[in-house]
């Protein structure tokens, strides 16, 4: 899941960014309005967090322009301002949540999956597919009850395809799924990755399979059924 990390502070920025990743969600991170208008013109996003004291403008005109625009993307609004007055305002203008500085990041991470497990929202409790299985919120995968080590971002990886059993997923939607848009990816970053997640379902013993379909893209199904 892709995440747009809206927040001035180029050191909570940085720090929020890592904990989002180390959750397992693909996180762009900007620190200007006009920063994170453009990346809401051009990229989609699962959820935003977004402050609202930035320099060049208020988060909240970026909240009121995405709903003008019919944008239903989860907004949690974090910020220092904790005048009652703000949280309303916020709220009644669209924001879906509303932390307050400073925070726990256990906190921000359970209200941003909880975001994500609303009714049309991005996360269930558990993908699954076959014998294979992956506990969102723990960021657990297994074969048949038994636990699958995997890596950050072989996890996003098997998110994507649990998401889509049985259809063809491209590279372009690889990329854009699971990397953020300051991450190198070269030619053969994502074939390395489907490699390795490929070996690692062969080695569990899953019947899972990852197929290659040469010049569409790739297909995870389930050879048992």
Known sequence: MRVLLVEDNARLRALTQRQLQDAGFAVDAVGELAEA????????YDAIVLDLGLPDGDGGTLLRTLRGRGAATPVLV?????ALDDRVAHLDAGADDYLVKPFAAAELLARLRALLRRPGQALPGRLALGDLGLEMAARAADIGGRPLALSRRELALLELFLRRPGRVVTKAEIERAIYAFDDEVTG????VLIHRLRRRLADGGSRVALETLRGIGYVMRDTAA
């Open 78 to 82: 974090l910020t220092a301002r904790d």
């Open 37 to 44: 208008d453009a990346a809401t013109r051009t990229e989609t």
């Open 188 to 191: 053969n970053t994502i074939e």
